[in-house]
């Protein structure tokens, strides 16, 4: 396919599994969570919505471009038009 873009993939997914990890770690604290965790709460809100902004900005940067240019019944499953 696009063998160039193999190194921002792989960036991506291991991305994809850190965030999933952070939402992991943040349900169990909401679950845990008692009245003095407020400021515990917000400091984990502020490093999710750091890495989710860092991860879009590239995703955004590396792969739009291609995205626009690909035929959209190549991005199907199976390449079906």
């Known amino acids: 396919m696009r063998p160039e ?18 939402l992991t770690e943040l349900r169990a604290l909401l679950a845990t ?12 809100f502020d490093r999710l919505a750091t890495e989710l902004e860092t991860h879009f900005n590239y995703e955004e940067d590396t792969l739009v471009e291609t995205l626009n240019a690909a035929d959209p019944a190549a991005l199907r499953p199976g390449g079906q038009r």
């Open 33 to 44: 969570v008692e009245p003095g965790d407020a400021t515990r709460l917000r400091t984990e």
């Open 5 to 22: 873009l193999a190194p921002v993939l792989e960036r991506l997914h291991r991305e994809h599994g850190a965030v999933a990890a952070a």
